[in-house]
């Protein structure tokens, strides 16, 4: 059979919130319940954001709340020279290219366009999509930008990408879905899985590598999924859509493709999501106002097959509650 690893790939641009507990959570859940293993993978490709002093709260916090890691914990920040060969390959297949955009520029060729600003397209995460300025600028034209050594960042070319991805796999590109209540339990049978069609044209033309770092989320977590064997990919519900593109790159790239579980986003009571941005930081607090580790996770949600039935898109009200107590 084969071995189970899944992950919990925090970015440490913050303190956990507890969103990042109850991925965390599944991800071990989900492993143990396989007789697998979770690795933790610490995301500090943002070299301007991440910082050591979250890395750190990130460890002490899982470790407080009773989930462990075998070690060493990959950490991508060792790994620019590895995305690095990637990205050339990328380049090599033609499907990058030089973007010198910035964001005024981008925002003025918008809002000059027709409809403005409202009638441009967004993304599936509400972003507006990428105008493809420099897309198709001469080759002389870009010869001479690369002269003039201004920054860039590098794009995929969205549509030549999936085309290329199609015609190297002979027919349309899928992924396999697999999260229900039943992903909980031991038992995942094929018929809980569903292939998913990858249509990744409503990004536009996403970045593939920032102007100083050789990579960019996407390209960094299908390289290292694959790196460390990952099997199944348990993350929030958000990353759903962002799988069209990781599976292109997967394609293009040849490297394997692990089966994803998305599961839904646990919310405040009042429906709002967390997020680092609303102050939602630092579920430790609650250690303050004599919440043991195994209490919170009691209160976590909990989908059928792993413990009692409650509400899966909704916190305990005692635990909400007890946030908000922390938070104000
Ligand atoms: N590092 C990403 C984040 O913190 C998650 C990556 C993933 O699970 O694919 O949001």
């Known amino acids: ?5 899944t992950r919990f790939a925090p970015s440490p641009n913050g303190r956990l919130h507890l969103g990042h507990v109850f991925s965390a959570y599944i991800a071990a859940q989900f492993a143990r319940a396989r007789n697998g293993i979770c690795l933790l993978r610490i995301e500090d490709i943002d070299i301007g954001r991440a910082r050591e002093e979250h890395v750190d709260a990130i460890s002490s916090d899982l470790s407080w709340i009773g989930l462990s890691y075998a070690a060493p914990v990959l950490r991508q920040s060792t790994r620019f020279a590895v995305y690095q060969t990637h990205l050339n390959r990328l380049r090599e297949l033609g499907v990058l290219y030089p973007c010198w955009a910035t964001r005024s520029e981008i925002r003025q060729h918008i809002e000059a366009a027709p409809g403005g600003l409202k009638a441009w397209p967004r993304d599936p995460d509400g972003a507006l999509v990428y105008p493809g300025l420099y897309r198709d600028i001469s080759l002389s034209k870009r010869q001479a930008m690369m002269w003039e050594g201004r920054d860039y960042a590098w794009r995929l070319d ?20 697999c999260y229900s209540t039943e992903c909980y339990s031991e038992d995942l049978s094929m018929k809980q899985k569903k292939q998913i069609q990858v249509d990744a044209h409503k990004f536009g033309d996403v970045v593939i590598a920032r102007k100083d770092v050789p990579t960019s989320y996407h390209l960094s977590v299908v390289i290292d999924d694959a790196f460390q064997k990952i099997s199944h990919v348990t993350r929030g519900a958000d990353l759903l859509a962002a799988t069209h593109i990781q599976r292109i790159l997967q394609a293009l790239l040849e490297i394997p493709a692990p089966v994803y579980a998305h599961h839904p986003l646990i919310r405040h009571l009042d429906g709002r999501r967390f997020s680092k941005t609303a102050g939602d930081t630092g579920f430790r607090e609650l250690e303050a106002l004599g919440w043991s580790p195994d209490r919170i996770i009691e209160h976590l949600p909990r989908p059928v097959g792993l413990g009692d039935a409650v509400s899966r898109d909704t916190l305990s009200k005692q635990l909400s509650e007890a946030l908000t107590d922390v938070m104000s």
């Open 158 to 177: 969205i549509k030549k990408a999936q085309a290329m991805a199609e015609a190297d796999n002979g027919g349309p590109l899928f992924f396999t879905e």
């Open 1 to 5: 059979a084969m071995e189970i690893i």
